[in-house]
């Protein structure tokens, strides 16, 4: 059995809203819902943004997991370069050398 929620109404009216709406009245209704979505969850906002930024302020856990982030992410490109740098086959090295490729410029080869 499904609980309803206590959105459920105002979920209502803005589906009927923005079928019965305009491209202009839809636009209006979006900024309005947003402006009441923002005052309803501002404290939350505030708290996530007070939490984030002094752990990024802190020098401790945020300048750590930053340091950690960064050497990971090192380790993964180190690692993703070694393994696409190949040794070049013996057969290409001598097509690469000077003498090979004049002569095939001549088509003497």
Do not use: K
């Not at 589906?15 to 009441?36: G, I, W």
């Not at 002094?54 to 945020?62: D, K």
């Amino acid at each position: 059995m499904t609980h309803p929620r206590p959105d459920d109404g105002l979920r209502a009216r803005l589906r009927t809203a923005l079928n019965a709406a305009s491209a202009h009245d839809s636009q209006h209704l979006e900024e309005r819902v947003m402006a009441q979505w923002q005052q309803r969850h501002a404290s939350a906002q505030a708290e996530f943004a007070a939490a984030g930024g002094a752990a990024l302020r802190t020098p401790g856990m945020g300048r750590r997991a930053l340091r950690l982030a960064t050497g990971v992410v090192l380790v993964a490109a180190l690692l993703v370069t070694a393994s696409t740098w190949r040794s070049r086959d013996a057969s290409v090295e001598e097509l690469m050398q000077l003498d090979v490729l004049s002569e095939m410029a001549l088509g003497e080869m």
